[in-house]
């Protein structure tokens, strides 16, 4: 029997849904119970749900990818709306969190992203090799090629760094190349954890000092970075740090391998290769507006992985009446993805100056769908505890809260 017919037989008649909301709202985990609260016809829920500092997330997901949920919080929905072995899908997978998270607690991990960059970041911590595989095919690589390179490249990298980047891009691409549908595992770990060094602040990156690895400054700016602080990029060993980061990854281990997981490059409103109703639980989180610049902040992970950034169609929605479009389009999509009884957790932050609340939107693009409305939780973080609920008050820019718009599948 499964965890939830186990809960169905304790409670009796009571749904999925109503317990789950009961849960919600006696949490007090940090010490303060549910807040309740009606706004603009919308039941809201506010507490501290989870927290950075609630337990340190599994080592695996420590790969970094702009305006990415932390793992707290598909973790916080998965242990209470899904079973074990069923599917659990992110149309806009971004890093991986919701399927690696998934993986993680025995479920089945479903993702797509119209981004190819989602599928090299994602796929290679589902079946991540032993350490000693990844030193083994580092030491396939012909480290000692002397490559053309892009000279522009050199506002980040020391000219002998740039080679060992511009060799093991050109190893990758004829080891593991984007066409082939399922590469050497520990050829596609090295590629993902590559694309995780390119760029940073720190010593552990190829580069020199820049921005985080989450975005890539343009080669002009990089260059105004370099005089700023007088700076030139120092000599770094690219097969020693890849093989100190994948440590770190594999610290805490790595899920299990699933054979059922599913991974594709689609846009969100239509993802032919995931099946009807594979997913019990949706969690997913879209492009806020026009405030992040995806394409903008991966133009180097796309040129190492041999992506063409101009073929990848990534929408900015400038207006709220084209974001609610998107959003009606994805969430008619998900209504054939997820079983009947199933739940959506659509997570959208405060942009604008919190002028602009999303979930709003979201409430509005769900109407007349076969989904119910169930209610807007805010998780209001530690950090923010002082934060106007509906605008931010301590925190003048970038995302306050999440904010969770929860559907139930009728």
């Not at 594999?250 to 032919?272: E, F, N, Q, W, Y």
């Not at 974001?323 to 604008?352: S, Y």
């Not at 995302?399 to 969770?404: K, L, P």
Request: proline letters at 7%; glycine letters at 6%; a positive charge.
């Amino acid at each position: 029997m499964s965890e939830a017919a186990v809960r169905h037989r304790k409670r009796g008649t009571r749904t999925t849904a109503q317990l789950f909301l009961d849960q919600v709202r006696a949490f007090d985990e940090f010490g303060a119970r549910t807040r309740e609260e009606v706004a603009g016809g919308i039941p809201y829920l506010v507490n501290e749900y989870w927290t950075a500092g609630q337990r340190q997330a599994h080592s695996i997901h420590e790969v970094s990818y702009r305006a990415c949920f932390k793992p707290q919080l598909p973790e916080f929905f998965i242990s209470r709306l899904s079973d074990p072995d069923e599917g659990v899908y992110d149309p806009f997978m971004g890093r991986g969190t919701t399927p690696v998270q998934a993986a993680l607690m025995g479920r089945r991990p479903i993702g797509s992203d119209i981004n190819p960059l989602s599928v090299l970041l994602t796929r290679p911590r589902l079946r991540a090799p032993a350490l000693g595989d990844v030193a083994a095919a580092l030491e396939r690589v012909p480290w000692e090629r002397r490559p053309d390179v892009r000279e522009d490249l050199l506002a980040f990298y020391h000219p002998e760094t740039l080679r060992e980047v511009t060799v093991l891009r050109d190893w990758l691409l004829d080891e593991a190349p984007l066409s082939r549908g399922d590469p050497d595992p520990a050829a596609d770990w090295v590629r993902m954890v590559a694309l995780n060094r390119l760029t940073g602040h720190s010593p552990g990156f190829f580069s020199v000092y820049t921005l985080p690895p989450n975005q890539a400054v343009s080669v002009e700016a990089q260059r105004k970075i370099n005089v700023r602080r007088a700076q030139v990029p120092t000599r770094r060993n690219v097969a020693e740090l890849i093989l100190k980061k994948s440590k770190a990854l594999l610290a805490d281990g790595a899920p299990t391998h699933s054979s059922k997981a599913i991974l594709a490059t689609a846009p969100a409103h239509r993802s032919p290769s995931v099946p009807d109703a594979a997913a019990a639980l949706v969690i997913t989180s879209p492009p806020f507006l026009d405030v992040v610049q995806y394409d903008d902040d991966n133009w180097l992970r796309c040129w190492f992985a041999g992506i063409d950034l101009g073929a990848v169609e990534i929408a900015m929605h400038k207006g709220e009446a084209a974001w609610g479009r998107m959003v009606r389009d994805v969430l008619e999509e998900q209504a054939r993805i997820v079983r009947p009884g199933g739940h959506v957790a659509f997570e959208v932050g405060e942009v604008r100056g919190g002028r602009v609340l999303l979930e709003r939107l979201v409430w509005k693009a769900a109407a007349g769908l076969p989904f119910k409305r169930l209610a807007v939780m805010v998780n209001s973080q530690e950090f923010t505890k002082t934060a106007n609920c509906w605008g931010i008050s301590n925190n003048k820019s970038g995302t306050n809260s999440n904010r969770i718009v929860l559907l139930q599948r009728h």
